[in-house]
């Protein structure tokens, strides 16, 4: 789930394990969703998105579900491994704007 | 695979001074997006740019902030007084005309304003 101020939420897992990253975002009308990465002193990088007519969307070791009753997304990480460690947002956008509102991220270690 | 590019890394600066950081978005890509990040906190929308004009802007770019595509490569945020609240990672970002949601990201310019 979501924080509010510096602390971020944390997952912890072992290598090898499955991870699932929760969101929940703030408006009803948002058309788009986006899972980023971003690693340390780097910029956000792309892992998947996820339009709302869809509820759920595969790539390659991540999968991404959206519960639009509770808006709700979550991003799921199959076989973490040590280079998947990072800090992890989800972004949404409403029809028709450019902007990106992003939530507050979730922290994952991934441990050898 | 094409990027997004920002200079410098790092820009310290004294309260007061004008900055300009600047953003090479990828090449075939039309819309441009400036995004700043607190130390710890979430990433948040300054500005949208399209056609040469702002599309959108965010209550945080106020008149001390400015964007202009000087050419046909970069993209530039300039921020004319800084204060020492403007101290923040700088993200450019752009999308395509297909798909003008899904931004790509720079690597991003930290500001330390003194």
């Known amino acids: 789930g979501e924080s509010v101020g510096l602390h971020l939420p944390t997952l912890s897992v072992q290598e090898g394990d499955n991870s699932i990253i929760n969101c929940a975002y703030s408006?009803?009308?948002?058309?788009?969703f986006i899972w980023y990465k971003q690693e340390s002193g780097k910029g956000p990088q792309f892992i998947i998105d996820?339009?709302?007519?869809?509820d759920k969307r595969q790539g390659q070791r991540v999968t991404v579900l959206l519960n639009k009753t509770v808006k709700h997304l979550s991003l799921q990480i199959a076989a973490t491994q040590p280079g998947d460690s990072a800090v992890y947002f989800c972004?949404?956008?409403?029809?028709?704007?450019?902007?990106?509102?992003f939530g507050q991220g979730t922290i994952l270690t991934v441990h050898p | 695979e094409p990027e997004v590019t920002q200079t410098p890394s790092h820009q310290v600066t004294q309260m007061g001074q004008e900055v300009i950081l600047r953003c090479v978005p990828i090449?075939?890509?039309?819309?441009f997006y400036w995004y700043r990040q607190i130390l710890g906190q979430k990433v948040e929308f300054l500005v949208s740019?399209?056609?040469?004009?702002?599309?959108?802007k965010s209550e945080i770019f106020d008149d001390q902030f400015s964007v202009e595509r000087p050419d046909g490569s970069n993209f530039t945020l300039k921020i004319r007084s800084t204060k020492l609240e403007d101290s923040a990672m700088y993200f450019c970002?752009?999308?395509?005309?297909?798909?003008?949601?899904?931004?790509?990201f720079g690597p991003g310019t930290r500001l330390t304003v003194l």
């Open positions: 970002a752009s999308s395509d005309s297909s798909r003008t949601d899904t931004q790509y």
């Open positions: 740019f399209y056609n040469n004009e702002i599309s959108e």
């Open positions: 972004a949404e956008n409403l029809p028709s704007y450019g902007k990106l509102t």
């Open positions: 996820i339009r709302s007519n869809m």
């Open positions: 408006n009803s009308a948002s058309d788009y």
């Open positions: 090449s075939n890509h039309l819309y």
